[in-house]
């Protein structure tokens, strides 16, 4: 009698593990079908993935807000979850408005101004800056083939002798040998001659400069300059085009913009059901790993996402502050491109620089000159106090990859791709080192040798 309870304590583990090992299999497979096919959804819709993207990066930024407005004890009761979000998104927007508001018509009143005198730029350009720099860039050439020729001196490929000089203009007769005892050289001018028949007369003529087909840098380098000063009309119908397409791109972003609030607002409201539900796909034995490998993302995003935006905010205030102090002209414009442009790495800081130091020096030479240095300040406070403190070293990522993001993001989608590039390349290097820690590193240290 006691043969049974024996055989079913036997069997019972058997049965467990065949159990366990169809959930897995069940598992892996539902998985693996239901992630090919979302993966196929996000490809096939991948070109209206931009505003949900960009949700998601706006929910992220305004979360800590968000957690320390729930920490908050009214009456001794925790905030609500969605009032923390309602309170967040209604001084967001009271914000928006406000700077739509006060800011707008000064945008619209600096860029008629920039409109108006951008021809009588473009003529100063063409009739003061283009001149100085042909006259420098003949000059310098000519001195540098002056140099050149002096120096090394034309040899015979053959006997390794002196090749005499060409003349500039006219012919020339050298005798060959001692007192023309070889006979006599006839030499011809640098750019040839050119020979015509006037009646019954030949006539032999210096080249013209247009037939010889030989253009200096110097020239080529001040007909390019001429070429983009020309034809002001067709510039200014370009800038109304532009204009109109600007206007179109602004109503279609107030479009997107709108949703992206929707949506990100949605994302913090139900993002306790949205993390459970991602770590439920995870085994209950993984999930401390499903943790950590959230909390390594988070660390690596504040830097690159939170972080960013920070210092660009930053960098924008200080920017404008020193715009306005140098008198520069339109400041406010070039305050909105040095804070805008700030989001993006490296490239964004070259890029609003430009501008600002071409104005500069096309109001003065010494205001450009201060500009730049104002600008180089900011980039060293920038690199050496903001980066260290905001992004921290859990956001460090090699220059290197940034450069490469940026480049291929830009390449394959564009500005988003380049707006995404980072926040993509801080999730990939994350997910990278936690894997690397649990396969590679829980091997433990190879043995010695």
Excluded at 237 to 245: G, I, R
Aim: aromatic share 8%.
């Amino acid at each position: 009698m006691t043969d049974a309870p024996e055989q079913a304590a036997e069997t019972t583990p058997v049965v467990d593990e065949r159990e366990a090992a169809i959930r897995k299999r069940n598992r892996l497979l539902f998985l693996s079908i239901f992630g090919g096919f979302a993966l196929a959804i996000l490809f096939l819709f991948r070109g209206v993935l931009f505003p949900f993207l960009l949700a998601l990066i706006v929910a992220y930024v305004l979360e800590p807000v968000c957690a320390r407005l729930e920490r908050v004890s009214v009456r001794g009761r925790a905030v609500p979850r969605w009032v923390a979000v309602l309170t967040v998104y209604t001084a967001l927007v009271s914000f928006i408005v406000l700077l739509v508001t006060y800011g707008v018509p000064r945008m619209v009143v600096e860029l008629q101004r920039l409109a108006t005198e951008a021809p009588a730029a473009i003529s100063a350009a063409k009739e003061e800056w283009i001149p100085r720099i042909d006259a420098a860039l003949r000059q310098s050439i000519q001195g540098i083939q002056e140099d050149d020729g002096g120096a090394f001196p034309e040899l015979d490929a053959v006997t390794g002798a002196e090749v005499p000089a060409m003349p500039e203009q006219g012919l020339r007769i050298q005798p060959i040998g001692p007192d023309g005892r070889d006979g006599y050289e006839v030499l011809l001018p640098k750019k040839g001659l050119l020979i015509e028949r006037d009646g019954d007369r030949i006539v032999v003529l210096p080249p013209k400069a247009e037939e010889t087909g030989s253009r200096d840098l110097a020239s080529t380098i001040s007909e390019t300059l001429h070429s983009l000063t020309e034809n002001s009309g067709a510039h200014a119908a370009t800038l109304l085009k532009t204009a109109q397409n600007v206007i179109r791109t602004v109503v279609k972003g107030i479009f997107t913009f709108s949703i992206m609030l929707m949506l990100s607002a949605y994302i913090l409201v139900s993002r306790d059901q949205l993390l459970g539900f991602f770590r439920s796909l995870v085994l209950p034995r993984h999930r401390s790993q499903f943790d950590e490998l959230v909390a390594r993302m988070d660390r690596g995003l504040a830097g690159v996402v939170r972080g960013q935006l920070l210092i660009a905010l930053v960098n924008g205030i200080l920017s404008g502050i020193g715009f306005y102090l140098l008198d520069l002209r339109y400041w406010p414009i070039l305050t909105l491109i040095a804070a805008v442009f700030s989001i993006i790495p490296i490239f964004g800081a070259i890029l609003s620089s430009i501008p600002a130091v071409l104005i500069g020096l096309q109001q003065d030479f010494m205001t450009g000159i201060l500009v730049l240095g104002w600008i180089l300040l900011i980039h060293q406070i920038e690199a050496n106090l903001l980066n260290p403190k905001i992004m921290g070293d859990s956001a460090k990522v090699h220059p290197v990859l940034v450069v490469f993001a940026l480049l291929a993001g830009e390449h394959f989608f564009g500005v988003s791709g380049a707006l995404l590039a980072v926040p993509a390349l801080s999730v990939t290097q994350s997910l990278f080192l936690h894997f690397r820690e649990r396969i590679i590193d829980a091997e433990g240290p190879e043995p010695a040798a």
